[in-house]
């Protein structure tokens, strides 16, 4: 079993900046890749970044060059630090993890930290 809780959300305006934590809790957490998703008001969730617990990420055409996921193992903690932020980035922003690294299957899943990015 693995617990997941995310921290960080809030309001920015437009071109700020915002980090998101997920801390990763269970005795078998570094055996999951993580990733972050979203989902904005009236649309499907979608994939933001994935990371191994051994460095390897990979993150979505929309927000490459602008957000950057990392983890530290010594806390079991995910990060996705936000830069240059847009009104088009606002959603709720779930910690996921699963299996395997590439993959759109996705076993547990945090409670969603909400992201609002204001023109």
């Known amino acids: 079993q693995v617990q997941l809780v995310e921290s960080g959300g809030g309001l920015v305006q437009a071109g700020g900046s915002l980090r998101l934590s997920c801390a990763a809790s269970?005795?078998?957490?570094?055996?999951?890749?993580m990733a972050w998703l979203r989902q904005a008001p009236g649309k499907e969730r979608e994939f933001v970044a994935a990371?191994?617990?051994?460095?390897?990420?990979y993150s979505a055409a929309s927000v490459k060059g602008r957000f950057t996921i990392s983890t530290d193992n010594a806390k079991n903690t995910v990060y996705l630090q936000m830069n240059n932020l847009k009104p088009e980035d606002t959603a709720v922003y779930y910690c996921?993890?699963?299996?395997?690294?590439?993959?759109?299957?996705?076993?547990?899943w945090g409670q969603g930290t909400q992201v609002t990015v204001s023109s």
């Open positions: 996921a993890a699963s299996k395997v690294l590439f993959t759109n299957t996705r076993d547990y």
């Open positions: 990371t191994s617990w051994s460095g390897i990420t």
């Open positions: 269970g005795r078998t957490v570094t055996n999951y890749a």
